[in-house]
């Protein structure tokens, strides 16, 4: 049984109170839409109600494969790490096997939105230090990241550089925060992994430390974190 929506009030009664079942409804004006004078519910159930004009949706999960508009954040994963660490490796290494941030793809060719910061000290304070992003996708082993220096001869591409300073109590805070691009259809693990370097494997880089880490109230121990949002496209 088919009935266009605009003969549907003369075909019901207005004082009709029983309940008519039809198999479709089709509105008699393809431009116009379809219009619900009340609030709209399912078996009993309300789901969408009007005020001022605005439609609120409630009583409704939203599944994973609904299609978001480009832009919006899908989801949000972080790694917090307040471990103290170190290394004297001369080229990059990851600085722990667990720090790392991950999420699995909720859509198809999503960005991935990275923040983070880490905070070293150095044995030394002249010695310099590096900090560089990897990524694994689907298990595979970790890859640098493009965010990073341009290429210049022997010098290290980083996301970061530099000394700690003249004070053996002190700490940098190596902040980051940029946009990747991994092309993954929906369903792929992503992993980000900061990785580091110190100038001289005589010497040592600390995280969450400073070198001399006095038990004192002012020579803080920090926390280390990694940020990652995957963005609709």
């Not at 839409?33 to 609120?56: P, Q, W």
């Not at 694994?136 to 341009?150: E, K, L, M, P, Q």
């Not at 980083?158 to 980051?176: C, V, W, Y």
């Not at 110190?198 to 920090?222: A, K, M, Q, V």
Request: glycine share 8%; charged share 15%.
């Amino acid at each position: 049984m088919l009935i266009g929506l605009s003969h549907l009030n003369e075909w019901i009664p207005k004082t009709m109170a029983s309940l008519v079942k039809v198999n479709s409804i089709q509105e008699s004006d393809l431009n116009n839409g379809v219009s619900i004078d009340s609030n709209l519910k399912i078996s009993g159930t309300e789901i969408a109600s009007k005020t001022s004009g605005i439609v609120n949706l409630q009583n409704t999960t939203i599944n994973s494969n609904v299609q978001f508009p480009a832009g919006h954040i899908l989801q949000v994963q972080s790694k917090n790490e307040t471990a103290i660490r170190n290394t004297t490796s001369t080229s990059f290494a990851e600085i722990h096997t667990d720090f790392f941030a991950e999420l699995t793809t909720i859509g198809n060719n999503s960005k991935i939105l990275v923040h983070g910061t880490l905070h070293l000290g150095a044995s030394d304070p002249g010695v310099r230090m590096g900090t560089v992003m990897y990524r694994s996708i689907a298990g595979a082993a970790y890859a640098v990241t493009d965010f990073r220096g341009d290429e210049a001869e022997n010098r290290a591409r980083a996301i970061f550089g530099s000394t700690p300073g003249a004070r053996s109590d002190q700490q940098l805070n190596a902040g980051f925060s940029f946009v990747d691009n991994p092309q993954q259809n929906a369903g792929i693990v992503l992993r980000y992994k900061p990785y580091w370097f110190c100038e001289h494997s005589s010497h040592t880089i600390y995280l969450n430390r400073s070198s001399s880490d006095g038990n004192y109230f002012n020579h803080p121990r920090l926390v280390s974190s990694i940020v990652i949002m995957e963005v609709a496209q």
